[in-house]
């Protein structure tokens, strides 16, 4: 009896110093503990849990082990077992762990709790939620079981509900930082505060800060880094982790892969191809079984035009998950690329069939048949998407494509309105649906992207999406019109006036009837101080629209500083005959008073009859 004391006193020693972290020292305990009685199957138990809780998973399962051996009958270290099962992703030995734990006690909270939990891992989650309230009821004061609904929640994406269950496992148990760290992530999916939902993820890592599973917490902050868009911040914690001592057993834990699928989100957006492909293949190589990595690495593939590797990677996505929309967009990604565009329908059909709102699906099945011009098929995917997610701009903007196409020019217009409707930025869809079309129909979706890039001011980018557009067909002489025209008018904004000239002149060589460039080479004339030209260029400009207003002012101009005020004057007025507002359109109300007053005195003096 008194030995029995003894034990006990210790083992609750052993939790005292496991609460507050001291893991070495809990150990040691334990392994005293056992020398002093070899058949004691609670010292086991407990050294099996402080084995997890170093994530020592080898170690933890061979104690475990023993720990059955000296007592089959108890549920805890079936439990415990099943938890290391999970970790390795091993969840069908975990899910029987759990339920061996269950029959054995039919009142033991944890066990429900962990099944749960296995059962969400399994795509089984109204069972998972039954389990978890199962084990709520029988112990209401176990915080792991509300972390573990609120975890169930959130995959459901019953965020709400979510975040009350991590509130209240905080409340229970406000020295586990995992919940904090789930709840930051729950905050995020609930559109709060960034700052808010970093903070609560900033706090877990502090509380579970000597724990070998805070690189979890790390993960996690890592992931919000990267849905906030801060993907150098997210790189540099994903490098953190990657630098910490995880090592703790001979075998890697297939856990690690979310590092190294995080670093590889990361990389991708960060346009570092390559390395985030090798970051991906890391992933696979720890857990083979890690379903998202295949999609992902295989995007990797697509981006480097490796397509012909990246369609098996997306093949053992859709294996390994057939219910994931993404892995199906993938492979129909990569077969579009591959010029398969059937089979690419097909995919894109079935991700469409498991996530009716998947938006990114219905664009790119658009965007096939645009290509085959099957107009009215592909008007009706864009009702579709719209029906599923009205307030998607980008859908709207295919719309009044497709509808040009179909020369149903008033519906077109209305659905582009109502897509700059949505969308406070509408040159931004315009570039993001155009990005789209890049790999399909490149000549075009670079002239558009030209356009997108100008409207955002991102003359630079214009000016490359531009020349490769060029690049790509140097022949399309009407396309290459508008193109060169397009390029002039950029060179200017970055003030490289003189290689704007020779753009505006290459367009007039393959056009002379292209009244804009003209015109166009006329401002840059006159901005050089080469005025004969200048009105040269005006002249045949109004000789192709007689009715340019903005010809006859810069024509004005023109003669102006050549001191030919007559001719000055009588462009002015046509131009302001033309365009009452000329002044106001032109921005420039007290230069063209000016210029008035100064003419208008010089004609009078010289006693000249014009009028105005």
Same mark, same amino acid.
């Given at each position: 009896? &008194?030995?029995?004391?003894?034990?006990?006193?210790?083992?609750?020693?052993?939790?005292?110093?496991?609460?507050?972290?001291?893991?070495?020292?809990?150990?040691?305990?334990?392994?005293?503990?056992?020398?002093?009685?070899?058949?004691?199957?609670?010292?086991?138990?407990?050294?099996?849990?402080?084995?997890?809780?170093?994530?020592?998973?080898?170690?933890?399962?061979?104690?475990?082990?023993?720990?059955?051996?000296?007592?089959?009958?108890?549920?805890?270290?079936?439990?415990?077992? /099943?938890?290391?099962?999970?970790?390795?992703?091993?969840?069908?030995?975990?899910?029987?762990?759990?339920?061996?734990?269950?029959?054995?006690?039919?009142?033991?909270?944890?066990?429900?709790?962990?099944?749960?939990?296995?059962?969400?891992? @399994?795509?089984?989650?109204?069972?998972?939620?039954?389990?978890?309230?199962?084990?709520?009821?029988?112990?209401?004061?176990?915080?792991?079981?509300?972390?573990?609904? =609120?975890?169930?929640?959130?995959?459901?994406?019953? *965020?709400?509900?979510?975040?009350?269950?991590?509130?209240?496992?905080?409340?229970?148990?406000?020295?586990?930082?995992?919940? *904090?760290?789930?709840? /930051?992530?729950?905050?995020?999916?609930?559109?709060?505060?960034?700052?808010?939902?970093?903070?609560?993820?900033?706090?877990?890592?502090? @509380?579970?800060?000597?724990?070998?599973?805070?690189?979890?917490?790390?993960?996690?902050?890592?992931?919000?880094?990267?849905?906030?868009?801060?993907?150098?911040?997210?790189?540099?914690?994903?490098?953190?982790?990657?630098?910490?001592?995880?090592?703790?057993?001979?075998?890697?834990?297939?856990?690690?892969?979310?590092?190294?699928?995080?670093?590889?989100?990361?990389?991708?957006?960060?346009?570092?191809?390559?390395?985030?492909?090798?970051? *991906?293949?890391?992933?696979?190589?720890?857990?083979?079984?890690?379903?998202?990595?295949?999609?992902?690495?295989?995007?990797?593939?697509?981006?480097? =035009?490796?397509?012909?590797?990246?369609?098996?990677?997306?093949?053992?996505?859709?294996?390994?998950?057939?219910?994931?929309?993404?892995?199906?967009?993938?492979?129909?990604?990569?077969?579009?690329?591959?010029?398969?565009?059937?089979?690419?329908?097909?995919?894109?059909?079935?991700?469409?069939?498991?996530?009716?709102?998947?938006? +990114?699906?219905?664009?790119?099945?658009?965007?096939?048949?645009?290509?085959?011009?099957?107009?009215?098929?592909?008007?009706?995917?864009?009702?579709?998407?719209?029906?599923?997610?009205?307030?998607?701009?980008?859908?709207?903007?295919?719309?009044?494509?497709?509808?040009?196409?179909?020369?149903?020019?008033?519906?077109?217009?209305?659905?582009?309105?109502?897509?700059?409707?949505?969308?406070? +930025?509408?040159?931004?869809?315009?570039?993001?649906?155009?990005?789209?079309?890049?790999?399909?129909?490149?000549?075009?979706? *670079?002239?558009?992207?030209?356009?997108?890039?100008?409207?955002?001011?991102?003359? /630079?980018?214009?000016?490359?999406?531009?020349? &490769?557009?060029?690049?790509?067909?140097?022949?399309?002489?009407?396309?290459?019109?508008?193109?060169?025209?397009?390029?002039?008018?950029?060179?200017?904004?970055?003030?490289?006036?003189?290689?704007?000239?020779?753009?505006?002149?290459?367009?007039?060589?393959?056009?002379?009837?292209?009244?804009?460039?003209?015109?166009?080479?006329?401002?840059?004339?006159?901005?050089?101080?080469?005025?004969?030209?200048?009105?040269?260029?005006?002249?045949?400009?109004?000789?192709?629209?007689?009715?340019?207003?903005?010809? !006859? !002012?810069?024509?004005?101009?023109?003669?102006?500083?050549?001191?030919?005020?007559?001719?000055?004057?009588?462009?002015?007025?046509?131009?302001?005959?033309?365009?009452?507002?000329?002044?106001?359109?032109? /921005?420039?109300?007290?230069?063209?008073?000016?210029?008035?007053?100064?003419?208008?005195?010089?004609?009078?003096?010289?006693?000249?009859?014009?009028?105005?």
């Amino acid at each position: 009896m &008194e030995a029995e004391q003894t034990r006990d006193a210790w083992l609750q020693e052993g939790k005292t110093l496991q609460k507050r972290k001291r893991y070495d020292d809990t150990l040691a305990l334990y392994e005293q503990l056992i020398g002093r009685d070899p058949t004691d199957a609670r010292a086991y138990e407990a050294k099996g849990d402080i084995l997890i809780d170093m994530s020592r998973w080898k170690e933890a399962l061979a104690v475990l082990e023993r720990a059955i051996e000296l007592d089959p009958h108890s549920p805890l270290p079936y439990c415990s077992r /099943g938890y290391v099962f999970r970790q390795l992703g091993k969840y069908e030995e975990a899910l029987a762990e759990a339920s061996q734990a269950i029959q054995l006690d039919p009142n033991y909270a944890r066990a429900y709790s962990a099944k749960g939990l296995v059962l969400s891992d @399994l795509h089984r989650p109204e069972e998972a939620l039954a389990e978890v309230r199962q084990a709520i009821q029988l112990d209401p004061g176990l915080g792991k079981a509300y972390n573990d609904l =609120g975890t169930i929640l959130s995959d459901l994406e019953r *965020y709400e509900e979510a975040l009350v269950a991590y509130e209240q496992a905080i409340l229970l148990e406000p020295e586990k930082g995992l919940s *904090y760290a789930n709840k /930051g992530l729950v905050l995020y999916d609930l559109k709060k505060a960034p700052e808010e939902a970093l903070a609560n993820v900033e706090r877990g890592i502090a @509380l579970d800060q000597p724990c070998s599973w805070v690189w979890r917490l790390y993960v996690h902050k890592a992931w919000l880094l990267s849905e906030y868009q801060k993907y150098d911040e997210a790189l540099a914690v994903c490098e953190h982790i990657l630098h910490m001592d995880l090592t703790h057993d001979q075998d890697p834990d297939p856990g690690h892969a979310l590092i190294y699928s995080n670093q590889g989100w990361a990389l991708r957006h960060l346009e570092r191809y390559a390395e985030a492909l090798e970051a *991906y293949e890391r992933a696979i190589l720890l857990d083979p079984g890690m379903a998202l990595a295949y999609p992902n690495k295989a995007m990797m593939l697509h981006l480097l =035009g490796r397509d012909a590797e990246a369609l098996p990677t997306c093949e053992q996505g859709v294996l390994l998950a057939p219910e994931d929309p993404d892995a199906f967009r993938s492979q129909g990604i990569v077969l579009q690329a591959l010029k398969r565009p059937e089979e690419a329908l097909a995919a894109y059909d079935r991700a469409i069939q498991l996530d009716l709102r998947d938006q +990114n699906s219905y664009i790119d099945k658009v965007v096939i048949l645009r290509e085959l011009k099957r107009y009215e098929e592909a008007l009706g995917v864009c009702e579709q998407a719209i029906a599923a997610c009205p307030g998607a701009a980008e859908a709207y903007v295919y719309k009044g494509n497709i509808l040009n196409h179909l020369s149903r020019y008033e519906e077109a217009l209305t659905a582009l309105e109502q897509a700059f409707q949505l969308e406070t +930025n509408p040159a931004q869809v315009l570039l993001s649906t155009n990005e789209r079309a890049l790999p399909f129909d490149p000549r075009g979706a *670079y002239g558009n992207l030209a356009d997108a890039l100008c409207e955002l001011t991102r003359y /630079g980018e214009a000016l490359l999406a531009i020349e &490769e557009a060029l690049r790509l067909d140097p022949e399309n002489v009407l396309e290459d019109v508008w193109c060169y025209r397009q390029k002039g008018w950029v060179l200017s904004k970055l003030s490289r006036d003189e290689e704007a000239l020779q753009a505006y002149e290459q367009a007039i060589r393959l056009d002379a009837a292209y009244a804009d460039v003209w015109m166009q080479k006329a401002e840059i004339h006159f901005r050089f101080a080469n005025y004969e030209e200048a009105v040269s260029a005006c002249q045949q400009e109004i000789g192709l629209h007689a009715d340019s207003a903005r010809g !006859y !002012y810069v024509m004005s101009r023109a003669y102006h500083e050549l001191k030919e005020y007559p001719s000055s004057f009588a462009a002015f007025r046509e131009a302001v005959r033309l365009d009452p507002q000329l002044a106001p359109a032109f /921005g420039r109300p007290t230069k063209v008073g000016q210029f008035l007053r100064e003419s208008w005195q010089k004609v009078r003096y010289r006693l000249v009859p014009y009028l105005w």
